[in-house]
């Protein structure tokens, strides 16, 4: 009978090992996930930034009235 409860012990220390192995990777897989998204967020909100000040210096050079006489000058140059 003692072999037999020794046997339920170490079966109950091994699936209690398995159960801390887990949970800690759960947690550093966790902890470096939300590690990766904040360097994913960072480096998307910066794309963002240089995406809308280029998009601002086209849109300033397409509404340029300079810019726009030329373009219809330039029109009006080829189509002769």
Not at 11 to 37: D, E, P, Y
Request: charged share 20%.
């Amino acid at each position: 009978m003692s072999g037999r409860r020794s046997g339920y012990v170490i079966l109950i220390f091994v699936l209690c090992q398995l159960l801390a192995v887990t949970v800690l990777l759960s947690w550093s897989m966790l902890f470096f996930m939300a590690k990766g998204l904040r360097d994913f967020e960072r480096d998307f909100t910066a794309d963002m930034k240089l995406l809308t000040d280029m998009t601002n210096r086209v849109w300033k050079n397409i509404t340029n009235p300079e810019l726009q006489s030329l373009i219809s000058s330039q029109g009006s140059r080829t189509k002769r």
